[in-house]
């Protein structure tokens, strides 16, 4: 899974939420920033009415170690399971 440091998430939270499903591993990498980051410091006229952004992010990539999941029968992995949302629709 990737996910931003810009996110609504911390990786604290990303990592704790994952570490349910297996072993984390986890990758840190720079990433450019949306160009608007750049531009968008001037106004329609083309007048600079605004101070450049920070130009790059960080990207957490995560790797998450699970068992192999099977359908029913085939006898190998762990069994894939259904939840029930509160309407009683499996999801």
Do not use: C, W
Not at 1 to 24: C, D, I, K, Q, W
Not at 39 to 58: A, D, L, M, S
């Amino acid at each position: 899974m990737s996910f931003s440091n810009e996110g609504y998430l911390t990786p604290e939270a990303l990592r704790a939420m994952l570490g349910e499903r297996g072993p984390v591993r986890e990758a840190e990498l720079p990433h450019r920033r949306y160009i608007g980051s750049r531009i968008g410091i001037y106004n329609p006229q083309g007048e600079k009415v605004g101070v450049p952004g920070r130009t790059t992010n960080r990207e957490h990539l995560f790797i998450v170690e699970m068992e192999p999941v099977t359908t029913a029968g085939s006898g190998t992995g762990r069994r894939l399971r259904h939840r029930r949302s509160d309407s009683g629709a499996r999801r």
